[in-house]
């Protein structure tokens, strides 16, 4: 049984407030690159699907989406340390731009992992890590994604792709459960 309701679940951020700044990201992100070159977009799932279905609406130019899986919370609210690659199948993308598309950004150990990744394998002609939210206080590695949204404190957050063991991810907005 589910211990938290949607009733326990206070709003952090509005969704008119993460239109404009998905809009806003967009822009900045198109204005990265030229228009006549392909642009692949990495979706990190589960938890950047809302965020990365949003992005891509914006971003005018030679989008291509591809879909990774990886696994770090687990049914915790706090970071397990214990990452597991789901399915991390993708086309060649030596000499291409990429760009990895996550929900937030919290210890880093998941985008240090991925960053290496690409970086190593890949070889892409641009990489860029793009996160909605940043959970700056809670890192644990160097490494700071590109392109951010929200900084947001040491809190667990839910909704807008983001889950509670499973729940929650299909709400428009993004919220926290008080103590
Ligand atoms: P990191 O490796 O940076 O510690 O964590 C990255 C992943 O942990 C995110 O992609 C996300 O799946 C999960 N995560 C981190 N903080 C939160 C949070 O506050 N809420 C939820 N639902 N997931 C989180």
Same mark, same amino acid.
């Given at each position: ?5 949607? =009733? ?9 407030? *993460? ?9 900045? +992100? ?11 977009? +990495? ?7 809302? $965020?990365?279905?949003? /992005?891509? #609406? ?8 591809? &879909? *990774?899986? +990886? ?6 609210? #706090? ?9 991390? @199948? ?14 937030? *950004?919290? @210890?880093? /150990?998941?985008? #240090?992992? /991925?960053?290496?990744? $690409? ?5 892409? =002609? @641009?990489?860029? $890590?793009?996160?909605? /939210? ?6 644990? @590695? =160097? ?6 949204? &929200?900084?947001?404190?040491? #809190? ?11 729940? &929650? ?7 926290? $459960?008080?103590?």
């Amino acid at each position: 049984m589910l211990d938290k309701d949607i =009733k326990d679940l206070k709003v952090l951020i509005p969704e008119d407030r *993460i239109q404009s700044k998905v809009k806003e990201l967009a822009q900045q +992100i198109e204005n990265m690159f030229p228009s006549d070159e392909d642009i692949y977009v +990495i979706c990190v799932l589960k938890g950047s699907v809302m $965020f990365c279905a949003d /992005l891509v #609406k914006y971003i005018k130019g030679k989008v291509r989406m591809e &879909f *990774i899986r +990886i696994s770090s919370y687990g049914n915790e609210t #706090k970071s397990t340390n214990n990452l597991q690659a789901i399915d991390l @199948t993708l086309p060649d993308l030596n000499g291409k731009n990429v760009i990895i598309v996550e929900d937030i *950004i919290d @210890t880093g /150990l998941t985008a #240090k992992f /991925l960053v290496d990744l $690409f970086k190593i394998q890949h070889k892409p =002609k @641009t990489l860029l $890590f793009v996160s909605l /939210l940043n959970k700056k206080c809670a890192r644990q @590695t =160097k490494i700071e994604p590109d392109i951010y949204g &929200f900084e947001i404190d040491d #809190k667990f957050v839910a909704g807008y792709g983001l889950d509670y063991k499973g729940y &929650f991810r299909n709400l428009p907005y993004i919220g926290y $459960f008080p103590n």
